[in-house]
């Protein structure tokens, strides 16, 4: 590799579930050509940027995921089926904020 040619750096983030497809999103940076503040501070500025966007990317992914897998189950799929889900309440905003996570459930 000629020394002029930028080298980059891969910022990737993959998801994976029992029921859903996998998915990945990367971003490739350019690594800083030195260590001058100018070059650190615009690899930063890069580094954030790509970040919200790949965070921004996956919220889409997942909201969708999370609208499928509602769909599923109101459709009684997975074993799951209209009785079971009526039976359990469902705090919508505490499924949002926890999708995708563990959550220790409450007696």
């Known amino acids: 590799m000629a020394a002029d040619t930028p080298q980059h750096q891969l910022v990737s983030a993959t998801y994976t ?9 990367a971003q490739k940076l350019v690594i800083p050509p030195s260590d001058a503040p100018t070059d650190r501070t615009a690899y930063l500025s890069a580094l954030r940027k790509a970040t919200v966007t790949m965070q921004e990317q996956i919220n ?29 309440t469902v705090d919508e905003s505490k499924e949002e904020d926890n999708y995708g996570e563990e ?5």
């Open 17 to 25: 579930s029992p029921t859903n497809q996998p998915f990945t999103h």
């Open 60 to 88: 889409k992914e997942l909201t969708q995921r999370m609208e499928e897998d509602k769909a599923r189950e109101a459709a009684g799929v997975n074993g799951t089926s209209k009785a079971k889900a009526k039976d359990k």
């Open 103 to 107: 959550v220790p459930e409450e007696d």
